[in-house]
């Protein structure tokens, strides 16, 4: 039973640099766990497995919580499937300009994506954060992650592992958790995928930028997972920030890697 | 007994799609049955942690029309918590003392207001908590303490166990109609009996959707059909009060949203002539109910065949004895615990006396002819104000009013028509008397008064005895 968003998880091979940028849009760090096991379970789910690694949970109001993820470096290209949508008064200095044209996503699909946000993004690389992200202009509105893109080259499938993940669209194509619960909210954009240079289709946890998406839930060890992540899969125990959990890592299809964290205690 | 409470949130847990909405703020936040325990279940860690509150503690609870109130509620309920609800802009010190009244853990507070000294429920906060796993709670656990008015004395609190609340519910449920193909609108105010029951327990009972919306007012009763069209509601509940100012205020083209087939009248007596004008207008019948806060729901009328001016048809084992100068006795299932006094439980046991004059029909439809302390004794003569107002109503145009007795040196008790705003002219006055004199019985208007703004009860209630100390007083 899927209850909400854990986190959105950011492979990244400077922590600190990485944790003060999301500080600047607000975030605070919720724990720590510099050296955290890594269960040797993952290590399908990475290119290169190291015994320990590194994370760090930020969380912001109204904006989507994020793991930061250092497994001593990063490997390859930039996972792409999950683009953050970053929001705020201004982009930062020190991004550098993208083209639209230059993300995994094709026109029909940026036609979507700005249906969804209401207006157009922009693109940048953003070094400390070690991807390439988009961001839209805050109106009002608290800054942050506010939605990740998810670029699909099925979108039936894709709608159809939201839906079993218990995300439901709203008129935009905007989809989201029905939660009341603010900390808990993810908002995911479908859009249709093109390939891109720089790009991966294959998420791997310490790839740079966003491969998986961690959702909280309960009773994995007894209800039926879905349908979508039924394919290939494995659960281990772990205590995360002093919590008992089960972890379970699934690899969906398409998209990204989707993590269940089920805590026990 | 079965554990009804776990059964009551198994029920609720099968559902996947909301069964609380809150439209009553800026954003809609909906809940999912599936998602409800494991929200009540964290809140119930959150008010462990914060307010050091435990099952069997009592909490004095500040309520509002919000998501936090509801969840707050039921994780009372499923953890065995007491909840003494009080309104939003209740003042700090008069929680404090009712907290040391009755001995309570903590003052909490789910409005959106601030509330000085109280632990505020933040859903936000929830996210961070760790589920606390409910146990087995006893039966005749006390759940709520609310409060009556006061009006006549020192208010009582009244104290319910869980399954008053659930029996009681299933058989109204089971009387009306109610399914959970139903969806709610709950306008009542939730710090009050009937925004708690009415509004939420009930319709929960059968697995029916809650919309919470804004305490009714003035301002929301502008809106009240596009809110009841929008969110597809098809039962709720409204005071007459309420269901006046629904009729007054309505600039639709009195068309009644397709989903809506029930509405009920609660809180208060609705005039036969109020019922059928709403009938007449709106082709839906107002469905009056009759209940008390220590026993819950007694009656209510047929949708099929509603009998305007009457309280509806008992309710499965409610039983009801009556006499022509006996005040109506009721023995329900659905009994309140007891009251509260000086801090503890004073059990309650046996049929309830009101001080409610009732007859009932050989259909078996049950007339509320007022209340026994209302009755005014002019002259030798027992006059029934509620039946003078029903017979009022028609020439007073709208204009809230109320009939009264108050002391008088040769008649014992004078009959008073008492108005809101300016005094009535000599005219209207006149004419007043003159429809009192031409209706059945021997009664008498003997005098006119006015007051500022007349004192109501949460729903709209006229509070007559209020009102005759606010006379009595020179408030006139």
Redesign the interface.
């Known amino acids: ?1 899927i ?2 968003l854990s986190h959105v998880a950011f492979g990244c091979s400077d922590i600190e640099a990485a944790t003060a940028r999301l500080i600047g849009f607000g975030y605070a760090v ?1 724990f720590d766990a510099p050296a955290l096991e890594n269960h040797a379970a993952k290590t399908p789910f990475l290119s290169r497995y190291q015994p320990k690694h590194h994370i760090r949970a930020l969380s912001a ?1 109204g904006a989507m919580a994020i793991e930061l993820l250092d497994h001593g470096g990063l490997v390859g290209e930039q996972a792409a499937a999950l683009i953050p949508v970053f929001r705020s008064l201004a982009p930062c200095p020190d991004w550098q300009a993208r083209a639209l044209d230059d993300l995994p996503i094709s026109a029909e699909g940026l036609k979507s994506l700005c249906n969804a946000l209401g207006k157009a993004p922009l693109a940048f690389h953003d070094p400390a954060l070690s991807m390439t992200l988009m961001w839209v202009a805050a109106t009002g509105d608290a800054p942050g992650l506010h939605a990740c893109a998810l670029p699909t080259a099925d979108t039936g499938a894709t709608v159809a592992l939201l839906g079993q993940l ?1 995300f439901r669209p709203d008129a935009s194509g905007l989809w989201s958790l ?7 909210q993810a908002r995911l954009i479908p859009v249709a995928a093109k390939q891109a240079a720089g790009f991966s289709d294959d998420p791997r946890l310490d790839a740079p930028g966003c491969a998986c998406l961690a959702l909280m839930a ?1 009773g994995t060890d007894r209800l039926p997972m879905p349908d979508a992540l039924q394919g290939h899969r494995v659960s281990f125990s772990l205590p995360v920030n002093g ?1 008992d959990s089960r972890i379970t890592l699934a690899q969906p299809e398409r998209g990204p890697i989707i993590e269940l964290v089920d ?1 026990t ?1 | 007994m079965p554990d009804l409470i776990a059964a009551f949130f198994d029920r609720l847990s099968r559902i996947e799609r ?1 069964v609380l909405t ?1 439209i009553s703020g800026g954003d809609r ?4 049955g ?2 409800l325990a ?2 009540l279940d964290r809140l119930a860690a959150m008010l462990r942690r914060k307010a050091g509150a435990c099952r069997g503690d009592r909490v004095v609870a500040v309520f509002d029309n919000t ?1 936090e109130s509801a969840l707050t509620l039921l994780a009372a309920m499923r953890h065995g918590m007491t909840l003494a609800l009080q309104p939003v802009g209740t003042a700090p010190d008069d929680l404090k003392r009712l907290q040391a009244r009755i001995d309570a853990r903590a003052v909490i507070n789910a409005t959106r207001q601030g509330v000085s000294g109280a632990t505020t429920i933040r ?2 906060d ?3 908590e ?1 589920p606390v796993k409910p146990a087995t709670v006893p039966a005749r656990t006390p759940f709520t303490i609310t409060f009556t008015s006061g009006s006549t004395g020192v208010p009582k609190g009244i104290v319910h166990g869980a399954e008053s609340f659930l029996t009681c519910a299933e058989a109204f449920n089971r009387q009306t109609g109610i399914t959970g193909h139903d969806r709610f609108l709950n306008v009542m105010p939730m710090f009050y009996m009937a925004g708690i029951f009415n509004g939420i327990l009930a319709p929960l009972a059968a697995s029916a959707p809650v919309v919470i919306a804004e305490g009714f007012s003035t301002a929301t009763a502008m809106r009240f059909w596009p809110t009841v069209a929008t969110e597809a509601i098809s039962a709720l509940w409204l005071s007459p009060t309420m269901l006046s100012l629904v009729m007054r205020l309505d600039r639709t083209d009195k068309t009644v949203p397709p989903a809506m087939r029930r509405l009920f009248v609660g809180t208060g007596a609705m005039t036969a002539a109020a019922a059928e004008q709403f009938h007449r207008t709106y082709g839906l019948p107002p469905l009056q109910s009759y209940g008390l806060s220590e026993l819950l729901y007694i009656s209510v009328d047929r949708a099929e065949a509603p009998n305007f001016g009457t309280v509806g048809y008992p309710l499965d084992d409610v039983v009801l004895t009556c006499g022509a100068e006996d005040p109506l006795s009721i023995a329900s299932p659905h009994a309140f615990l007891g009251y509260l006094v000086d801090g503890a439980l004073q059990p309650h046991d046996g049929p309830f006396l009101t001080s409610d004059l009732a007859q009932v029909s050989e259909s078996g439809a049950l007339y509320v002819l007022g209340r026994a302390d209302d009755i005014i004794l002019r002259g030798g003569v027992n006059v029934n104000p509620v039946d003078l107002e029903t017979a009022l109503a028609p020439v007073m145009g709208g204009r809230p009013f109320c009939v009264i007795g108050q002391r008088d040196a040769t008649l014992g008790q004078k009959v008073v028509l008492v108005t809101e705003g300016p005094g009535l002219v000599p005219a209207a006055f006149s004419e007043a008397q003159r429809v009192i004199r031409d209706h059945p019985g021997r009664a008498q208007l003997d005098a006119a008064a006015h007051v500022e703004k007349l004192p109501v009860g949460p729903t709209g209630k006229i509070r007559r005895a209020a009102l005759r100390a606010m006379l009595a007083g020179g408030g006139a």
Do not use: I, N, Y
């Open positions: 039973m209850m909400g919720r109001e218990r029905l939660t009341p619960l603010p900390a808990l309960r919590k805590q205690t | 909301p809150d936040r909906d809940v999912a599936a998602d494991d929200h998501l859903l936000q929830l996210a961070t760790t």
